[in-house]
T-cell receptor, first 113, second 115 residues
Framework: AQKITQTQPGMFVQEKEAVTLDCTYD???????LFWYKQPSSGEMIFLIY??????QNATEGRYSLNFQKARKSANLVISASQLGDSAMYFC??????????FGAGTTVTVRA | ETGVTQSPTHLIKTRGQQVTLRCSSQ?????VSWYQQALGQGPQFIFQ???????GRGNFPPRFSGLQFPNYSSELNVNALELDDSALYLC??????????????FGQGTRLTVV
């Protein structure tokens, strides 16, 4: 079974607007971590934001925020005030007790001027 | 920059050959993981090394093997290359500790093409 599901293959967003990237996950562990990474065309995975399963508040890092709904097993990424440099592939990932990261298929974001 | 460096950045190999990819982990990180990312897909976990021992493996055949050295750098070896091995290979280092500190720092990847 897929551990991470990202249902949006691609999204377009106007510069300066906000965009929400969907992510749902599946785990039976009580302790886990959820990550979002950005991958530009150069290939490097750039860490954006982290949410622990026991964290009661939604994580925020600058223009990135994570909408964590534990009961629904969703961890959506919100990018506010989009910039042209935000155009990239975005991956949701989960780390369980075995420490490996399970990634979703990714969402391509294209920011339009 | 994350401090994780991979070499080479690109290479082309012929089917049936063997390849070695290298990764220098971030200072202080004793865990290295390797991922294979086929074009248009998310990365898939290959294996993980912790203090020079393999301590986790994904669904990859034995011709994918690895090493971790005392300085925590690592190698990924692939024998008998197949066309489907063409992918971006990503190395990530981390330090198992608090949940937040299990964040993995990735290198820029090695793009392998098998012809």
């Amino acid at each position: 079974a897929q551990k991470i599901t990202q249902t949006q293959p691609g999204m377009f967003v106007q510069e300066k607007e906000a965009v929400t990237l969907d992510c749902t996950y599946d785990t039976s562990d009580q302790s886990y971590g959820l990550f979002w990474y950005k991958q530009p065309s150069s290939g490097e995975m750039i860490f954006l934001i982290y949410q622990g399963s026991y964290d009661e508040q939604n994580a925020t890092e600058g223009r990135y925020s994570l909408n964590f709904q534990k009961a629904r097993k969703s961890a959506n990424l919100v990018i506010s005030a989009s910039q042209l440099g935000d155009s990239a592939m975005y991956f949701c990932a989960m780390r369980e007790r075995d420490y490996k990261l399970s990634f979703g298929a990714g969402t391509t974001v294209t920011v339009r001027a | 920059e994350t401090g994780v460096t991979q070499s080479p950045t690109h290479l082309i190999k012929t089917r049936g050959q063997q390849v070695t990819l290298r990764c220098s982990s971030q200072s202080g990180h004793n865990t290295v993981s390797w991922y294979q990312q086929a074009l248009g897909q998310g990365p898939q976990f290959i294996f993980q090394y912790y203090r020079e021992e393999e301590n986790g493996r994904g669904n990859f055949p034995p011709r994918f093997s690895g090493l971790q050295f005392p300085n925590y750098s690592s190698e990924l070896n692939v024998n008998a290359l197949e066309l489907d091995d063409s992918a971006l290979y990503l190395c990530a280092s981390s330090y198992p500790g608090t949940a937040k500190n299990t964040e993995a720092f990735f290198g820029q990847g090695t793009r392998l093409t098998v012809v």
